[in-house]
Structures are given as C-alpha cells and as structure tokens.
C-alpha cells in the first residue's frame, strides 16, 4: 500500500484519542513499519464506537492515516477530542428527526466508519480546516459555533462546508490547483491537474496527501512559556475530562458488605387459632374478675386485686368468701365459650369469684356465701417426696 510521500515505509503511527462522551483516553499505535496492525484496528474500532448504542463498527484506516496526517502538519500535542465517529443508522436517524437544521446527512460517512468530528486544544479550529482543505483527500466540514466547536473530516469525495469565498480559497492555494470550490461558483486554475492528481493520490486502500499541504512537522511545537501565574489559574474541565476523572478516581469509602437475604433461615410464625385467642391465663388465681377487669380485658390487661381485695391464695386474714371449690372452678373452665367471650360468669357462680363491689349486682336465685364456705382441706395436696 502506498502512503504519504512526507512519511518513511518503516514509521509507526499512533493516535492520542479522547471520547468528550464517555471520558476514555487512550494511546492506539494502528500502524507498525508502514503496515496496520490488527489489533490496533481493533482497539480504535471500539473507542470510537456509537457511545448511544455502544454499537462498534469497521473505521476506514484510511480515515486514521488522514487525521493522522494533519495532527503532524499542524504540530499538535495534545489528545484528540473526538465528538463523534462511527454513528450507527438508527443514532443517524435519531439525529435527523431534531432538527432540519442539524447539518445530519441521511447518507452520512460517519455511518460507514469513514468519518470523525474533532478538535485539538491548542490548535485553533480554522487552522485544522486549513490544513485538511489542502491535503485534498475527503470532505472538511466547519464547525465554530458548534456546542463543542468541532471539524469534520472524511474520506469521501473532496468538498468542503461552508465553501471558503475566491478570495480565502487563493490565499491557501496560491497556485490554484484545487478541487475546492469557490461559494460563487466556478473553480479556481488548474482544476484539471488537481482532479488527475487526485486519482493518482488517493486510492480505495490508501491516501497519500497534495503537494499543497506543504511538508509534515513530525516534531511536535514546543510548548508554551508558562509562568507562575499561568500554572495557578484554574482550567475548566471539559465534560469529558470530568468523566473520565470520576472513572479513574480512587474509591476512599468502603462498601459495606453485601448480605444475601434469600440465604438466612428465618423461622415461620406459627399461627394462633381463634380458641386459643379466646382462652384464658392458666394462673388466673392472681386476679380479681371484677367490673374493671372486663374493661382492662379490652385492652389486653388485667388488674391485679385491690389493697381492700384479697386473693384466693391470699392470707389467713382473707375473706372466706374467695374460697372457691373444686366443683365451681371446674364449671367455670367448662363454661361455654360465648360466656367466657363476653366476660359473664354464670349465675350459679356468680358469688362465688364476685369481688366486694359487684356484691350488690348479685343475681336472682344465685347460691348464698355462706353455703359455698368449706374449711381447708390438707389431704387434697400431696408430693411425690
């Protein structure tokens, strides 16, 4: 494959790429002794992927070799800030359909990989126009009031957008013999000899710069003076630089460990049945069903007997009418569920649990005290010591 007359057989080409989108920076050598290198290829297909669709696709290297080329004639340093390369048709489409006035083609070059939308800090924009207009190899497109002003480069058939006047056209080719054309119309002299020097230059597997772009300035320009001042005021980060900060950025908080919940066993709860919502405490004995104990039972709560009150386990001072017998507790617990849910003891017991101040709410026909008094019988408890 034939290249640029201004380059040796042997060099090594790489590119110094920054995505404004994603934030990736990256140094892809894509030639090795005048030859491309696969993998190079492989990697500059992806960086300059459709970031929308992180959709990939084959970049013409003809298209490295001609960004590559003016990059060197413009004595550039500093990375490449690519707004845009391969654009698959749907994002192309997408783009369309904003605006009229995109400047979107619908048969675009960046669709086939043969495209890239860029600028170089440190290069002014006109100057990068300049330079890719007189290598006379595809498409220069011009951008200054772009968002992110930008130029456009391809390697399709020679144009360029907006078209320079006659008078801007001449001060860069002196000479005429060019295949740009003049917003007026017309050409400039020696068209002719350009376009036949356009097809001995530029083939479907290589691109070999005009005489007109004058020689390469393979050197890199020597940096700026800086000062002191210069080195302490700010620079404002572009959003891609931001970006690729944040990436790269060192994480000083730690994680916290990641738990699977699914793996822990946790126990079921068991359900309760209605009977034994319903049922009452086993020790029942320490309390005073009473008028206030059907409300406490609302909640919940039951109170335990007052000072004037004493317990059926109480002390030998306490009223022998709280001695209940056997018999009556034993209907008690077998009274029917609608009465123990309703707190309404039955009538024949009525006096034998009632407390001091239900006393006188007594039934008619209920037992009297007296009849239910039993001394304490010993021999009912027993141990098996």
Do not use: C
């Amino acid at each position: 494959m034939a290249f640029t007359t201004t380059a040796s057989s042997a060099e090594v080409r790489s590119l110094k790429l920054f995505f404004t989108h994603t934030g990736e920076r990256a140094t892809i050598t894509f030639k090795r002794d005048g030859k491309y290198d696969p993998k190079g290829l492989s990697q500059i297909n992806r960086f300059l992927r459709d970031w929308r669709r992180n959709e990939p696709a084959r970049m013409d290297p003809r298209l490295l070799d001609l960004v590559w080329e003016v990059y060197q004639r413009a004595g550039a340093k500093d990375y490449i800030n690519i707004v845009s390369a391969y654009r698959s048709p749907a994002t192309n489409n997408m783009l369309r359909g904003r605006s009229r006035s995109t400047g979107v083609a619908k048969n675009s070059q960046h669709m086939l990989g043969k495209a890239m939308d860029f600028y170089i800090p440190g290069v002014k924009l006109a100057r990068l126009r300049e330079i890719a207009m007189q290598m006379q190899v595809g498409g220069v497109g011009y951008y200054p009031n772009s968002g992110s002003p930008f130029v456009h480069l391809d390697v399709g058939n020679v144009r360029a957008w907006p078209r320079m006047s006659r008078q801007e056209l001449a001060r860069i080719f002196p000479k005429g013999q060019t295949l740009h054309l003049p917003a007026n119309g017309g050409t400039l002299p020696g068209y002719d000899q350009a376009m036949a020097d356009y097809k001995r230059r530029v083939k479907a597997t290589s691109i070999v710069a005009a005489n007109s772009a004058g020689p390469a300035k393979f050197k890199t320009a020597a940096p700026a003076d800086n000062t002191l001042l210069t080195a302490m005021l700010p620079t404002r980060k572009s959003r891609g630089e931001e970006a690729l900060e944040r990436q790269t950025l060192k994480q000083t908080v730690e994680e916290p460990p990641f738990f699977d919940l699914a793996s822990i066993s946790v126990p079921l709860p068991t359900l309760r049945t209605v009977a034994s919502e319903r049922a009452l405490p086993v020790n029942i004995s320490a309390f005073v069903p009473s008028s206030s104990f059907k409300i406490a039972l609302g909640t919940g709560m039951m109170r335990a007997p007052g000072a004037s009150e004493s317990s059926l386990t109480g002390s030998p001072f306490a009223k022998t009418e709280w001695a209940i017998r056997d018999a009556t507790l034993l209907k008690w617990a077998l009274a029917p569920a609608k009465d123990l849910e309703q707190l309404i003891l039955p009538a024949g017991l009525w006096f034998s649990v009632a407390s001091a101040e239900d006393a006188n709410r007594a039934p008619k026909g209920a037992s009297q005290l007296g009849e239910q008094k039993k001394a304490f019988d010993k021999e009912r408890f027993w141990s098996d010591g």
